[in-house]
């Protein structure tokens, strides 16, 4: 920013973006909207280039600044008011509900939204629209981490101590994770450990940024995790390296598990993962002869069609050596969203009531309907998950035939997205609210334009489980509503006016009502305190409570206080390289985007760093494709084909291409993916499929 502009003022905020929430304020210049870093525990005054560019998002003129909608389908998108959009939204679903039930019409919510969003969403859901099928995107993310969490501890907050701990570990095993691009200053928590002497090791695929900076790289093939997880277990078993004693006193079912990591020696993890033996077995001392360490989950081993099995071998490594519930130590997941931890807490799961309540549980049914004022009888039950919703989503016959798409741009992030835009061509009635017209919202029946992250205020709950204030900057543009304007309007329209409020504050009031009493307890987060204070972690119960940065210190949140452990077999991913399709395709993400784009190709310095889809291969396997550097080529996987441009790299793995999800059109990657999901927790394999490469003509750019 040009320093002689002068600052007019200044607004405390956070990020738009990812889930360490980096504090930054907001600046009015005479050129506009500007970023300044401020010093928050997750940041510490750093910011990467996304936050740095942020306000360009608010300076934008490509916002929507008007709903928008057709008459019928195949006509073009045309403007409407408000009343008009959503009154047809409310007939809409009323002429599917009339025809198909409560449950035709779905809701699909995001973890970008704000704690009082995703209950409100929840709550319209459940109440204004009395269907049982809401869910969210973080079935995308890290659901697997989360299912796998609740099942070890009884409890899911991805990290369950401060990210200041990962500073005083000796030992860090990132599992699949690359925070050097996708949360960069993050990394000076890394990096003191490191400069204390902390080893750390990085099992990835490729050898990332994180991977370079790391003591060892393990450089597994995708979808091997449970191996390598067993592997490592197997060597602290055979060199006394485990914590008897803390196995004794505050675990169970440890036995089923050592017997069966007995299996998994060296060499057979060697030729699963391609691992090097001697390299399992260094990984294995490094972390248990370490006085502290700390095991860290990325999507890696979590975006995978074991992915639960995957984090559970994990935690039973991160168990036998004693680790969670130490200072400086245990197992967490680094969870990716901007709220994709209070996203996950508070009822826009399908299986989920606010505070972390289970929706088939009836205890948890009757205090969230008191605090509704409903009957517990009125609500539904759980219903289906994310990609099980879009994969049922069609016209006359479909169980789903109408989608309310709040905070997600499906088009580019949901697997096998070709199939998905066959679909949701279908439906009779899809309606998307975002701020901007993203690939998903140009499809809609509705497009509903919404305020944005400074536009409205709002609590976010970072990775740490750090409850804070995204405090608005200034208001929504002229003829755009916010999110929760647009439940309360459709609620009236619905017969359910008295349930919803469009203000923020009110409705936190009440959400924090909601969340009384449940695992997540947000009961003492008055908004002044959470700003006052930093954040406050969770469970926080009441205003006298200093909040909870560490869970597990004493007991882990089964009835009995004791964590489980879950034996684990590795079993490979669903679908395997094969003669015609001949390596694996994993895909992830650039540190110059963020997620589909909606956002950050439309910030001219990031489109510029990374204008578009590439495929990260082995020279050695360009070579026997006939590529060469910058030449474009076709991806072909049993779902459909990519296009874009060749990157050479001695950095991954010879077997493995690499391609980013952050574009659309022909470089779209989820048109390569498989839509295979975990048993448990629904979670798509976006890590491992098999696939072809071929020269391609040039590209086109042609987009969705
Ligand atoms: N720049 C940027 N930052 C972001 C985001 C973004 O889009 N852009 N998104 C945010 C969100 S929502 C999320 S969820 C986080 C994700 O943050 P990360 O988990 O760090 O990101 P990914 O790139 O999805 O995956 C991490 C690594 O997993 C590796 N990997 C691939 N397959 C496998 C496998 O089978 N096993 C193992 N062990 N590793 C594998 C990939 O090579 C990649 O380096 O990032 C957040 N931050
Ligand atoms: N192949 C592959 N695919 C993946 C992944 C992968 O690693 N590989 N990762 C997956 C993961 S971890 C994630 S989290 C998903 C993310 O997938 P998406 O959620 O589809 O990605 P975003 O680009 O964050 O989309 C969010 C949308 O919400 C809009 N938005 C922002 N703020 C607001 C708001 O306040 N209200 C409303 N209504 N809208 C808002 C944005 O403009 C944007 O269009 O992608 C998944 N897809
Ligand atoms: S690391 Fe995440 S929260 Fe921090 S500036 Fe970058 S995108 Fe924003
Ligand atoms: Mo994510």
Known sequence: MDSNIAITTGTATHCPYCALQCGMNVVETEAGWGIEARDFPTNRGGLCRKGWTAATLLNSSDRLLG?????????????????????????????????????????????????EKAYALGKFARVALGTANIDYNGRFCMASSAAAGLRAFGIDRGLPFPIADIAGADCILISGGNPAETMPPIMQYFDEARARGAQIIVSDPRRTATARAA????????????????????????????????????????????????????????????????????????????????????????????GVDNSLAFINLALALGLPGRPGSGWGCMTGQGNGQGGREHGQKADQLPGYRQLANPVHRAEVAQVWGVSPDTLPQPGLSACEMLAQAGGAGAKVRGLLVFACNLLVSAPDAAALRKRLDAVDLLVVADPFLSETAAIADVVLPVAQWAEESGTMTNLEGRVLLRRQVKP?????????????????????????????????????????????????????????EAGLFWPCPDAAHPGTPRLFADRFAHPDGLARFHPVEYRGSAEQPCAEFPLVLTTGRVMGQYQTGT???????????????FAEIHPDTARQHGLRAGDAVQLTTRRGTARMAVRLTRDIRRDTVFVPFHWSGEGNANHLTIAALDPVSRIPEYKACAVRLDRAPALTGETE
């Open 215 to 306: 003591t060892l790289h393990l450089p597994l093939t995708p979808g091997t995790d449970a191996a390598l997880a067993n592997g490592l277990l197997h060597v602290a078993v055979v060199r006394r390296l485990i914590d008897t004693d803390y196995i004794e006193a505050r675990t169970a079912g440890w036995d089923r598990v050592r017997r069966v990591v007995a299996s998994y020696w060296p060499d057979r993890v060697e030729r699963i993962t391609g691992v090097p033996a001697r390299d399992v077995e260094r990984a294995a001392v490094l972390l248990g002869e370490a006085a502290r360490a700390l095991v860290l989950s990325g999507r890696g081993p979590e975006q995978q069609s074991r």
């Open 476 to 532: 929504p543009p002229p003829g755009v509503w916010t999110d929760l304007q647009v439940i309360a309007g459709l609620a009236a329209r619905l017969g359910a006016e008295a349930h919803f409020s469009g203000d923020p504050a009110t409705t936190g009031a009440e959400f924090r009502r909601a969340t009384a009493g449940g695992p997540a307890d947000y009961a003492g987060m008055a908004w002044d305190r959470v700003q006052e």
């Open 599 to 613: 956002q950050t190709r439309r910030v001219p310095e990031l489109a510029a760093a990374e204008p578009a889809a």
């Open 67 to 115: 709903p928008l909608l057709r008459d019928g389908k195949g006509a073009p998108l045309r403007p409407a008011s408000w009343d008009e959009a959503l009154d047809r939204v409310a007939a809409g679903v009323r002429a599917i509900q009339g025809a198909a039930g409560p449950d035709a019409v779905a809701v699909f919510g995001g973890g970008g939204l704000t704690n």
